[in-house]
Every structure is written in C-alpha cells, then in structure tokens.
C-alpha cells in the first residue's frame, strides 16, 4: 500500500501539466501532444534536474509512461471509425493500404541513408503513416524504444503535420483545382493527425474537409493490424524470447495486454451503440492520459541521444513526407 502511495505526487504532476498542456491547445491551436512534451521537457531540464527530489515524482511518471500510456491506446479503440470502413468503398481502402505500404518501405530506406536506429525508423513509418503522436505512443510501448526516440520522432510529426497544412493547400491549388474528392484525398492519405487534416482541410472548402477526414479515418483502422504485426515482428526478434519461441508458445500470447483491450474496445464500439457522451468522456480520458505519458517522457530524455540524431530524423522527415505528397498525388491521378 505504501509502495503505491508513492506514485500519487507523480501522477498528480503530470495530471496537471498534462492538463495545461490541453488547455493551452484549446487556446492556441498547437497540438497538446507536442505541448504536453514540451511541458515534461521544461520539468526535466529545470526541477528534474535537483536529484534529491527524483523520488517524489519518479514511481507516478513510470505508471504514466507505461500503464497510463497502455490503458489511452486501450480506450482509443472506442474510436474507431468503423462506419468510414464499412462506407468507404474499395477505391479508398486500395489507395491508404497503398500509401502505408510505400510509408513503411520509404521510411526503411531512408533510415539507412540518414543513419537512424531501429526504434527512429518504425516510430517515423507508423507516425506519419497512421495517425501522428498517438500512433508512435502505441508503437513505442511495443518496441520499447528509448525516450529521446520517442520525443524525437513526436516532435518531427508534428511540426510535419504543421508544415502540410501550409503546403497542401499550394498543391491543391496547382494540381486539383476544381476536384475536391482528389484534393480530400491527397490531405487524408498524407497529413500526420486528424487535427492536421481537418485544418488543411477546412482551409480549402467543407467538402475537401469532409473527404480528407473520411480518408484519415480509413487510415486510423490500420493501426490495429499494424500493431498486431509490430507485435509478433518484435517478438520473433527479441531475444529475450528466444526460449518462449522454442516451446513455441503461440505469437498472440505475447502480444502487449494493452492491444488486446483496444481490440475489445474497437469491437463494442461495433457491436453496441453507445452515448455519445460516454465515447467523449472515454476519448478525453485517453488524451489525458497519453498527455500523461508524454510529460512523463519529455521529463526523462537522456539529451545526449538527441544531440547525437535530431537534425538527420528532422531531415529525414521532411524527405518522407515529400516522397508521400507524391506517391499518393500520383495514386489519386491515376488511380
């Protein structure tokens, strides 16, 4: 009992700057996940410095980054936009699979070239291939990667998203003027969150709006699957599990519990109508929660590591979503 006492200073902590951080999205239009890091980030370089006072807040920040984080992923399958699935059609469906597919392959090129670790190389494809911050937390609770990766690759997605906000609109503008289904298209297949497409949406007309959110959507039910494979890959090469695989233990009992709560979640939001009111209550307490996570990350990064590859992911970001910009332009042209 005395042992989890200890983790409510912490929790409290990053309650609260996890709270802000939204607060101060709501007012200035910035994502609170880059928010709620930058916030940890400023905790750790100032207080988190002074040593004598780690454990008063350390136990709650280690609940946050890990069971906090699993249970936001868990409650993010009550959002999943099965109807957008179901009315998508087949064109839509072809041209997301697609555009995640070259994410994945472009992002392991590139990483060789810029020199990037493992961990930097699938948090960029699934962050810039899914849904932004949300889908690099859940791939970062399956890799185990370090919190400078992590921090790292937040920040580049969403300073990316910001940046196609800006540019979508010039492209469109040149290349699908009068075709507001393709331009909807090329901004829900490319833009990192559904934050940014919504803005780079709106900023053209309400039914490019519409369409981008419709396509990002599509995209948001690829997490699932992609999770369940992140998962059994990580497994089949760790050797930590060497032993497990030899008694060959089946690949689904080694898949994080946090997954298979997203699973069931996702699937009562199929079976059951639920309040809407209640998927906004459940929605707001995973975004906290992932907030949480985040602060508790920002505030541990060992700044050595972000020295050593920060502006090689920078560049190496910016690269990827321009070979995404044109890869899914060319597909929505032709296909």
């Known amino acids: 009992?005395?042992?989890?006492?200890?983790?409510?200073?912490?929790?409290?902590?990053?309650?609260?700057?996890?709270?802000?951080?939204?607060?101060?999205?709501a007012q200035w239009g910035i994502s609170g996940a880059l928010?709620?890091?930058?916030?940890?980030?400023?905790?750790?370089?100032?207080?988190?410095?002074?040593?004598?006072?780690?454990p008063l807040w350390e136990a709650g920040f280690a609940?946050?980054?890990?069971?906090g984080l699993g249970l936001a992923i868990a409650l993010m399958g009550f959002q999943m936009p099965w109807q957008a699935l179901f009315s998508s059609g087949w064109q839509?469906?072809?041209?997301?699979?697609?555009?995640?597919?070259?994410?994945?392959v472009i992002a392991m090129m590139l990483s060789k070239v810029f020199r990037l670790s493992h961990s930097q190389r699938l948090l960029m494809a699934t962050g810039n291939g899914i849904c932004g911050s949300a889908a690099v937390?859940?791939?970062?609770?399956?890799?185990?990667?370090?919190?400078?990766?992590?921090?790292?690759?937040?920040?580049?997605?969403n300073l990316l998203?910001?940046?196609?906000?800006?540019?979508?609109?010039?492209?469109?503008?040149?290349?699908?003027?009068?075709?507001?289904?393709s331009a909807g298209q090329l901004i829900g297949n490319t833009l990192q969150s559904m934050p940014h497409v919504v803005a780079a949406g709106f900023s053209v007309n309400d039914d490019v709006a519409q369409t981008a959110v419709w396509v990002k959507m599509v995209r948001i039910l690829m997490l699932l699957p992609v999770l369940f494979?992140?998962?059994?890959?990580?497994?089949?090469?760790?050797?930590n599990h060497n032993e497990a695989l030899k008694q060959n233990?089946?690949?689904?009992?080694?898949?994080?519990?946090?997954?298979?709560?997203?699973m069931l979640c996702a699937l009562c939001s199929l079976w059951f109508e639920l309040p809407q009111g209640a998927l906004d209550v459940l929605d707001q307490i995973s975004d906290v929660l992932m907030c949480m996570a985040l602060v508790a990350i920002g505030a541990q990064i060992q700044w050595q590591n972000i020295r050593q590859s920060g502006g090689r992911l920078m560049v190496m970001g910016v690269v990827l979503f321009a070979c995404q910009l044109v890869f899914s332009g060319v597909l929505v042209m032709y296909l």
């Not at 494979?229 to 050797?239: N, P, S, T």
């Not at 089946?250 to 997954?259: E, G, M, N, T, Y």
């Open 35 to 54: 928010l709620a890091l930058l916030f940890g980030i400023a905790f750790g370089v100032s207080v988190g410095r002074m040593t004598k006072h780690r």
């Open 92 to 104: 839509v469906l072809i041209l997301v699979i697609l555009g995640l597919l070259f994410t994945f």
């Open 249 to 262: 233990l089946p690949w689904l009992a080694l898949i994080p519990v946090f997954i298979w709560g997203f």
């Open 161 to 181: 998203g910001l940046l196609g906000i800006l540019v979508t609109p010039f492209l469109i503008a040149q290349y699908f003027p009068a075709d507001d289904f």
């Open 137 to 157: 937390m859940a791939t970062q609770s399956i890799i185990q990667s370090n919190r400078a990766d992590t921090a790292m690759v937040v920040t580049v997605v």
């Open 1 to 25: 009992m005395i042992h989890r006492y200890k983790q409510i200073p912490g929790l409290v902590l990053a309650l609260m700057l996890a709270l802000l951080a939204q607060f101060c999205s």
């Open 63 to 67: 609940w946050g980054e890990r069971q």
């Open 229 to 239: 494979l992140l998962a059994w890959w990580q497994h089949r090469h760790d050797k």
